[in-house]
T-cell receptor, first 111, second 113 residues
């Protein structure tokens, strides 16, 4: 049973555009939602994370939007740059429990 | 500061052979994890350890075993490799589970023929 569903599987965006990746979760006990970024040949690294007590968190060009009632959250990358080309994983977890990852989105930003 | 190291970087292995993937962290993290990454399937948890001396099964544990004799090391063993175990393997660690950031190693690319 897939507990975190991520879409799209791949995404191509023009430089300067907005990249949007969506995730949905099933377990209402989840209360921590991180996003990880992975460049080719490297391990994933934490990009940004949100707790459900806020509806939005912004760090530079990266924003997480969270909709608790719909059990959905999304990553927005504003002014997307070629250097943002990577695979992005959404995830969910509870305190002191394992992180459940989505299947990932391969993002390519056209120069 | 090395963070997490994995060895080997890559390996080609004949089916039926035994293989141990090594993982060492120097951050004194309590929790460690092994994932496999396959195209279209994302990161799947194989085994984890919340603290030295304890281990647990993840989503895809069959064919793999782990041990956690001390805080720093978390080796993953394939007792008798099969072609379906061809994958990229990532070791990760975190201070504790849940809310804590996971730090990933550089990965081991394993091919089983």
């Amino acid at each position: 049973q897939q507990q975190v569903k991520q879409s799209p599987q791949s995404l191509i965006v023009q430089k300067g555009g907005i990249s949007i990746i969506n995730c949905a979760y099933e377990n209402t006990a989840f209360d921590y939602f991180p996003w990880y970024q992975q460049f080719p040949g490297k391990g994933p690294a934490l990009l940004i994370a949100i707790r459900p007590d806020v509806s939005e968190k912004k760090e530079g060009r990266f924003t997480i939007s969270f909709n608790k009632s719909a059990k959905q959250f999304s990553l927005h990358i504003m002014d997307s740059q070629p250097g943002d080309s990577a695979t992005y994983f959404c995830a969910a977890s509870r305190r002191d429990d394992k992180i459940i990852f989505g299947k990932g989105t391969r993002l390519h930003i056209l120069p | 500061i090395a963070g997490i190291t994995q060895a080997p970087t890559s390996q080609i292995l004949a089916a039926g052979r035994r293989m141990t993937l090594r993982c060492t962290q120097d951050m004194r993290h309590n929790a460690m994890y092994w994932y496999r990454q396959d195209l279209g399937l994302g990161l799947r948890l194989i085994h984890y350890s919340n603290t030295a001396g304890t281990t647990g099964k993840g989503e895809v544990p069959d064919g793999y075993s782990v041990s956690r004799a001390n805080t720093d090391d978390f080796p993953l063993t394939l007792a008798s490799a099969v072609p379906s175990q061809t994958s990229v393997y990532f070791c990760a660690s975190s201070l504790r589970g849940g809310y804590n950031e996971q730090f990933f190693g550089p990965g081991t690319r394993l091919t089983v023929l």
